[in-house]
């Protein structure tokens, strides 16, 4: 619909030109009131699209067809006033005939053919003839010849243009298109994992709570209450224990089967603090240097999913860089920006150009790289994205920006409804 806007500039502008030219430069009468007329109905329907094209709705093949189909009718009418076939801009239906094979569907492309036609056999016989001054008829067949040589050009030139454009469009739908596919195809596969991570919570479940019990036991039997040694190994077991039903728990809270707890509100300053003090307890690091730059604190909801992530970009960290880690907080006008760097050996060429993609990992065990993937979806689930990239001076650097909005409270109640 656009491309039809921009083409009825171009035709408005030149007919101005042509007849100016033909009435004044070589002193052809023309009958300028209904000529324009019918350009004025031009204008009037390229400002009427113009207003419908605010509303964001989808152009149909009927609203094409019927602005192709009234372009048509304008064109017979500026022809019949002006010498009807005899007039070489007469070849320009044929811009009308393209247009309508490109845009139209199979139907309508046929009726806006015959439309054509219909106006184009009508011209021979019915038109107002041009009356040169002096009558002279060779003068009038050299105008004639010079007239097709501009129409020819200018079809040329339009369909050229229009044809390049519309090719351009069906590229970017198509690129479009493979991008939603792709992602369609991955969140399926989120899916499944989720299904069977749900499924694996479940059932792991029963044997964790049995351990919790026996290890208990242990820790009142005489035998082993007065080994100081074995208690603290106990103790240890119990702990690590009691870690698994944590994350057991917190697979099923991200899966929605508990339904009863409330969304924690909290800030971003406290959401930050508390990702990497659990990512320092739960992993053995040398340093994770923590740096929140993110300014004036603002409330938001505290998401199970979202903490997994940026555990997940911390946690790659530390395996590729044991010794130091760093995470810094910023904002950047509405977005929440997470950087997590490592000194390690940074990322392959190859891991760079598959990263976030299921099964692309450095690590080579089974699964690897799920958890780089999972991260990518969530974050585009949230309308953010994330970038990875290796630092100048070694090493890697995950960027995660996070819009504001999808973290504020409003917005995760509508989530949690």
């Known amino acids: ?90 070849f320009l239906f044929l811009l009308q005939v393209t247009l309508g094979a490109v845009l139209l569907e199979a139907w309508s492309a046929w009726a806006l053919l015959a439309l054509a036609v219909a106006c184009f056999a009508g011209l021979v016989g019915f038109h107002r003839p041009l009356e040169l001054p002096g009558g002279d008829e060779s003068e009038l067949f050299r105008l004639h010849i010079e007239g097709m040589f501009v129409c020819f050009a200018l079809d040329a030139i339009l369909v050229a243009t229009f044809v390049a454009r519309m090719g351009r469009n069906v590229r970017e739908r198509d690129a479009r298109l493979a991008d939603l596919r792709q992602q369609a195809a991955e969140e399926t596969h989120i899916v499944r994992m989720g299904l069977l991570a749900s499924g694996a919570a479940h059932e792991l479940g029963t044997p964790l709570a049995t351990l919790d019990v026996i290890l208990n036991d242990w820790r009142r039997m005489p035998a082993l209450a007065h080994n100081a040694e074995l208690l603290d190994e106990i103790e240890d077991m119990r702990a690590e224990v009691r870690r698994c039903k944590a994350i057991v728990t917190g697979i099923l809270l991200s899966a929605g089967e508990a339904r009863g707890d409330a969304p924690v509100v909290t800030t971003v300053a406290v959401f930050l603090d508390e990702v990497v003090a659990d990512r320092r307890g739960a992993r053995p690091v040398g340093v994770i240097a923590y740096e929140n730059g993110f300014g004036e604190d603002q409330p938001i909801v ?21 010794h130091w880690v760093g995470v810094t907080a910023s904002r950047e006008a509405d977005a929440l920006v997470i950087a997590v760097a490592d000194d390690g050996p940074g990322f392959a060429p190859e891991m760079l150009a598959n990263f976030g993609k299921p099964y692309s990992s450095t690590k080579g065990r089974p699964g690897g790289g799920l958890g780089l993937f999972l991260v990518v979806n969530v974050v585009r689930k949230l309308g953010g994205a994330v970038v990875a990239s290796n630092r100048p001076g070694g090493g890697a650097i995950v960027t995660l920006t996070l819009p504001l909005a999808a973290l504020a409270i409003g917005k995760a109640r509508e989530d949690v409804g």
């Open 302 to 322: 505290s998401d199970t999913g979202l903490k997994q992530v940026i555990a997940t970009v911390i946690d790659n960290a530390i395996d590729a860089s044991p």
């Open 1 to 90: 619909m656009q491309q039809l806007v921009q083409l009825r500039w171009i035709a408005v502008f030149g007919q101005i030109v042509t007849i100016a030219t033909v009435h004044s430069g070589f002193g052809i009468a023309l009958p300028l009131a209904p000529m324009a007329a019918a350009l004025a109905a031009l204008v009037a329907l390229n400002a009427a699209t113009l207003l419908r094209l605010k509303t964001r709705a989808p152009a149909t093949n009927v609203e094409l067809f019927l602005q192709l189909a009234f372009d048509a009718a304008a064109l017979a009418t500026q022809l019949y006033l002006s010498g009807g076939v005899t007039n070489p801009f007469a």
